[in-house]
C-alpha cells in the first residue's frame, strides 16, 4: 500500500467517524515491525508533541502498538482502560491528552497500519457507547482495506488481461488507479477531466465487469 493511499483511508475513516462523535486528533502510521513504525502523518496535533512522543515517551505508552502486535484478535485498544505510568501521565498533562483510541489495522493478523484517535480535556473520556461506534466502523472499513487498498499490480493486471478488447484505454487507467484507492475527485486530477466524466468511466467498467459497485469490482479483481 502506498502511503498516498494508507493517507486518505486514515482521512475518510476520521471524517467519517467525526460525523458521530467529536475528538481533537489523528495520528496515522505505518507499522514496519512489533516496536519500529514509519510514515507518521497528524492533524490536530502539535508537532512538539509528536517529536517529543516519537522521541521518547512512545516507550511509556501502555497503548503503543507493540502491545497488540501479537494479538490478532485485537481491533484497538483504549488509554483510560489500561493501567498507565507517571512519565506518561507527566506527558499527557503536558499536552493536554485525555484519551486516546489506538486502532490496528491487519494483513494475515499482523499488524500494519494505525491509527490514533485523541481527545483533549475539552471532551470526556470515550464512552462504551462510542466505542461500539468506532468497532462498528472498524468492522466496515476493514473489509475495505484488505480488499480495496491492498490490490497488486499484478492481480489488477491479471483481471485486465481477460478485458482488453472490452475496456477502453482511459477505462484501463481509471481502473487502475481505482485499485490504488483513489476516489472520484482524485481520479479527475488523475485523468485531467471532471468527475462526471469520472462517473462515466465507472458506469461503464461496472457494465462491462457486471459488477454493480466499486466494492464488488475490487472482489472481482481480488478473486481474478
Known amino acids: 500500500m502506498q502511503a498516498v493511499n494508507w493517507n486518505q483511508f486514515s482521512e475518510e475513516f476520521t471524517r467519517n467517524i467525526q460525523k458521530v462523535l467529536p475528538f481533537d486528533g489523528l495520528v496515522a502510521f505505518q507499522i514496519d515491525a512489533e516496536t519500529t513504525a514509519s510514515q507518521y502523518s497528524f492533524k490536530g496535533i502539535p508537532h512538539q508533541a509528536v517529536d517529543e512522543y516519537l522521541e521518547r515517551k512512545q516507550y511509556f505508552d501502555p497503548v503503543h502498538f507493540r502491545f497488540a502486535y501479537h494479538q490478532a484478535d485485537m481491533k484497538f485498544s483504549v488509554l483510560q482502560a489500561v493501567a498507565s505510568n507517571d512519565e506518561y501521565d507527566d506527558f499527557r498533562k503536558k499536552w493536554d491528552i485525555k484519551d486516546t483510541i489506538e486502532l490496528f489495522f491487519r494483513q494475515n493478523g499482523v499488524p500494519v497500519r494505525g491509527m490514533s484517535l485523541v481527545r483533549s480535556s475539552a471532551y ?80 461503464h467498467i461496472y457494465q462491462k465487469t457486471q459488477v454493480r459497485s466499486r466494492q464488488e469490482l475490487m472482489s472481482r479483481v481480488l478473486s481474478g
Open 124 to 203: 470526556a473520556e470515550f464512552s462504551d457507547q462510542e466505542l461500539k461506534i468506532i468497532e462498528s466502523f472498524y468492522d466496515l472499513t476493514a473489509c475495505c482495506f484488505n480488499q480495496i487498498y491492498d490490490v497488486s499490480s499484478h492481480q489488477v493486471s491479471l483481471f485486465n488481461e481477460g478485458l482488453t478488447e472490452s475496456l477502453t484505454r482511459q477505462e484501463s487507467k481509471v481502473l487502475g488507479l481505482l485499485c490504488k484507492g483513489l476516489n472520484n475527485q482524485a481520479l479527475a486530477n488523475e485523468m485531467h477531466c471532471g468527475i462526471s466524466t469520472i462517473k462515466t468511466h465507472l458506469q
